[in-house]
Structures are given as C-alpha cells and as structure tokens.
C-alpha cells in the first residue's frame, strides 16, 4: 500500500497566518490527490481533488499543489473556522490511504 | 441538499456481528459508488470497502476481507455494511461517504461508532 506521511502532525497557529501542510507519498501518485479537512465529531469535507483543484464552495484562501511524491496544502490566512485537523489521501493505487493528518490548533 | 446519515453502531463482544445502515437523500443514489470509511478513536482515516453503482462490483481492505460485507439498495436509497467475526481492532466510527466521478469522496456522514469489547 502507499503510505502517506504528513509534516508536520500538529501546528500552532494565530488568526490571520499563512499555514503549510505537506504530503509525502511513498510512490509516484502523479496528481492522484486530496485534501479534506475534519473538526470534531463530525465527517470529513473535501476540500481539494487532483492536487489542486478547489472544491465547488471551499474559500479560495486554500489552495494545493504538487505532483509526483511531495504536495502542500496552504491556508494563505487562517480563519477561526479553519482550526481543525486535515488530511491528505491517494486515489492513484489500489486500497486509497490517507495519511495520518495533522492538527491545526490556535496559538 | 445531498444527506448521509448512519445508524446501527454500538457495543458488541468481541466476535459479534452488527449491521450499519447509510440512508442516502439529496441526490441520484443509483448513479454513484459509495463507500464506508473508520476512524478508530484518536486515530486518522481508513477506507474499508465500496460499491459500484448496481452492487456487482464490490472492493474491501485486507484487514476486513472475509468479515465485512458491503450491499446497497437502490430501490431504498441505502448502503449497508454487515461485519462479522468483529474484533477489538475495529473499534471506531464508521462513515458512509459518496465517490464522485474523480473517486474522491466529495460528501460523508456524520458517523456510527462501533465499540468491541473483549
């Protein structure tokens, strides 16, 4: 299977940062990749497809890119509301995994 | 407005079996594949199996192969996962998620959580 590793597993942040996630494929994946974000108690949202691309409704101040084995997920100001954990996933081989997400929490 | 909503988790012995249950509203539920994926407690994401659209083709985690079956009825709007032969280690809350035509599970539900004591 292919693993996925985050960096970094937890960051803290202020109101109003800039915040990158990266993603680290133990494979080429080309650009087999998403981003979802999840708060507590509740089912993860789809944020980002095809490593780049915004899902319909998402604020335009995520964005992602990368292609191969390394992708980044940038938060260009970080809102209140986006204190939560994200994770990254790979559509591109048989079983999809995720990676082990990383929490964003307020600093 | 597409909505997900599971039922049918709780506290089983080890080697139990239970039935979870999707109900799928919102959208055309016949034209999609869907899936269940598990969040053990603290921990991050697993997907364990999916549906093809008609219900012949069917795909499952290693982990599960043999104790989990996933089933859908069009008819009823609803997604199903049988798991049997449970252990300890399947102890999380499971979702049902829609793929979309990029396989990317674009809306999930709010979760069941599935507790198995030894």
């Known amino acids: 299977d292919i693993q996925l590793t985050q960096s970094p597993s937890f960051l803290s942040a202020s109101v109003g940062d800039r915040v990158t996630i990266t993603c680290r494929a133990s494979?080429?994946?080309?650009?087999?990749l998403a981003w979802y974000q999840q708060k507590e108690e509740k089912g993860p949202k789809l944020l980002i497809y095809?490593?780049?691309t915004l899902q319909s409704g998402v604020p335009s101040r995520f964005s992602g890119s990368g292609s191969g084995t390394e992708f980044t997920l940038t938060i260009s100001s970080l809102q209140p509301e986006d204190f939560a954990t994200y994770y990254c996933?790979?559509?591109?081989?048989?079983?999809?995994?995720f990676g082990q997400g990383t929490k964003v929490e307020i600093k | 407005e597409v909505q997900l909503v599971e039922s049918g988790g709780g506290l089983v012995q080890s080697g139990g079996s239970l039935r979870l249950s999707c109900a799928a509203s919102?959208?055309?539920?016949?034209?999609?594949?869907m899936s269940w994926v598990r969040q053990a407690p603290g921990k991050g994401l697993e997907w364990v199996a999916d549906?093809?659209?008609?219900?012949?083709?069917?795909n499952y985690v290693d982990s599960v192969k043999g104790r989990f079956t996933i089933s859908r009825d069009n008819a009823k709007n609803s997604l199903y996962l049988q798991v049997n032969s449970l252990r300890a280690e399947d102890t999380a809350v499971y979702y049902c998620?829609?793929?979309?035509?990029?396989?990317?599970?674009?809306?999930w539900g709010q979760g069941t959580l599935v507790t198995v004591s030894s």
């Open positions: 998620a829609r793929e979309n035509r990029a396989g990317n599970f674009d809306y």
């Open positions: 996933q790979q559509l591109n081989d048989f079983p999809v995994t």
């Open positions: 919102g959208f055309t539920f016949s034209s999609y594949w």
């Open positions: 549906i093809n659209e008609d219900g012949r083709e069917r």
């Open positions: 494979q080429g994946i080309s650009s087999y």
């Open positions: 095809a490593a780049s």
